[in-house]
């Protein structure tokens, strides 16, 4: 059977990795993975990592779910696959119907992936206006660090330089509004008062530009590739009366937070609001297939239901609505329904928050915050190779961490025991510990790891 090295040489022979500057793994190893349990990886020379992040904040209950693994196989021996337009299946009517009950919304659009998602989300709003007579309103707004994904339209709307500006000819430019991040709150100032001080600067914006505006779209509570930047839900109730006011359209982009991530099923329920468009992914499929959709409110759908073609949504993917990816999300749902899942987390959060402590009370972090089931901090380092120094570190101790700039995060998966919460938390502190003695400063800046 073949070993790590070997496995990491054809990789990199042959795989081009995402987010990643491929010369730079000739000094950082690609780590090969041969199997997953639980909130376990493990390799080909048989050594485990604790998946920290949930691979990429997409594995809710732990790899190899028997649930959601069941619901695979049992539905690979009815279909697999069949194309959605002008054909329909079980997995994605039941699916729908049940994302609209928990929703608000009443149709779903699918998808293939988050960027996909976002797509979707903003050619259905620009079409809308368009269908309205008002096919001046094509703009978005989206805030200070956003991030909606890296195809050409997500970009449009993503404000993270490093992805966004290679791109930028090909993007059409849209406005920006500042972040309600709680950590923006001045000296004397609360969570809600950031967010108030930033909804009235998007309130000057609409003032000025809702002409011209489709839709606002957000990451409703928690705005991850901006370091998990969290702020006050008072944000998005206020932006759901800004848009009623000025006629745009609000999207809420719930592919990183959605399906308990924030302490609710969906986020922007903390607010009391329904956003017009909500985009999912990631953890709807519990890790286990690539699958997105749009949902959004039965007069937006009435707006292109039409007999002329052209006033239809024409969007289209070949794997849309997969039956596969579908009974997994109807699994995952229905692990939500029938394990009491959010009270659960909630419990749990509360005794890691007790076993972070330590940690929290570090000199050198700052801005320690939590959220349901994320937690996220700075360390204050003056290491512009932070980012990877810390993530090589953590492989060593046995965890997979993917630090965004100097901010280190944990977005595990929720089947994440006391003791494996203990272990991550061990391993960070030791880590931050070598990395504090290091007296060399690498030079370059630190590609974000998101």
């Known amino acids: 059977m073949s070993d790590n090295q070997d496995w990491l040489q054809r990789s990199f022979n042959t795989v081009w990795h995402p987010c990643t500057q491929m010369k730079r793994h000739e000094a950082l190893p690609i780590v090969p993975i041969a199997s997953a349990d639980g909130v376990w990886l493990s390799d080909f020379d048989g050594k485990r990592y604790l998946d920290g992040v949930s691979s990429w904040w ?7 779910q028997p649930r959601i693994k069941q619901a695979i196989k049992d539905q690979l021996d009815k279909l697999e696959h069949v194309m959605l337009a002008g054909f329909t299946h079980q997995p994605v009517v039941e699916l729908s119907e049940r994302l609209a009950k928990l929703s608000g919304l009443a149709h779903v659009f699918y998808g293939s992936d988050g960027a996909s998602a976002t797509e979707i989300a903003l050619k259905m709003s620009f079409h809308y206006w368009r ?3 008002q096919a ?17 339209g997500a970009l449009a709307v993503t404000d993270v330089p490093l992805f966004s500006n290679t791109y930028a000819g090909l993007l059409k430019p849209g406005l920006r509004a500042p972040s309600p991040d709680a950590r923006r709150a001045l000296p004397g100032e609360s969570a809600a ?8 600067a998007l309130e000057s914006l609409l003032a000025k530009h809702a002409g011209e505006v489709a839709a606002v779209i957000v990451e409703p509570l928690v705005q991850g590739a901006a370091g998990m930047a969290m702020y006050d839900p008072l944000y998005l109730s206020e932006l759901r009366r800004l848009c009623d006011q000025y006629q745009v359209h609000l999207i809420a982009d719930e592919i990183a937070v959605g399906f308990g991530r924030t302490g609710s099923l969906f986020a922007y329920q903390q607010a009391d609001i329904t956003p017009d468009f909500l985009c999912l992914s990631k953890g709807i499929t519990g ?6 959709c749009v949902l959004t409110s039965h007069p937006i759908y009435q707006a292109f239901y039409h007999d002329d073609v052209t006033r239809g949504f024409l969007h289209s993917h070949s794997y849309t609505g997969n039956a596969l990816a579908c009974a997994a ?19 749990k959060a509360q005794r890691l928050n007790t076993l972070m402590a330590g940690l929290r009370a570090r000199p050198d972090v700052r801005d ?16 512009a190779d932070f980012a990877q120094a810390c993530f090589a570190a953590m492989l060593r101790r046995g965890c997979l961490l993917r630090p965004i700039g100097n901010t280190v995060y944990f977005m595990p998966p929720y089947s994440i025991t006391d003791e494996e919460m203990a272990f991550l938390i061990a391993a960070t502190e030791a880590t931050l510990e070598e990395l504090a003695r290091a007296s060399n400063t690498a030079d370059g800046q630190s590609i974000a790891l998101p």
């Open 58 to 64: 997409v594995n809710l209950f732990g790899h190899g």
């Open 131 to 133: 269908n309205q007579g």
């Open 136 to 152: 001046d309103k094509a703009r978005f707004i989206s805030l200070e660090n956003s991030y909606h994904g890296e195809t050409v």
């Open 193 to 200: 008062d950031a967010a108030l001080r930033a909804i009235q």
């Open 287 to 292: 890790g286990f297939l690539p699958l997105s």
């Open 329 to 347: 999300a109807l699994a995952v749902l229905d692990i939500f329904a029938e394990e009491d899942v959010l009270a659960v987390n909630a419990a």
């Open 368 to 383: 320690f915050r939590h959220r349901g089931m994320i937690w996220a901090f700075e360390v204050d380092t003056a290491r």
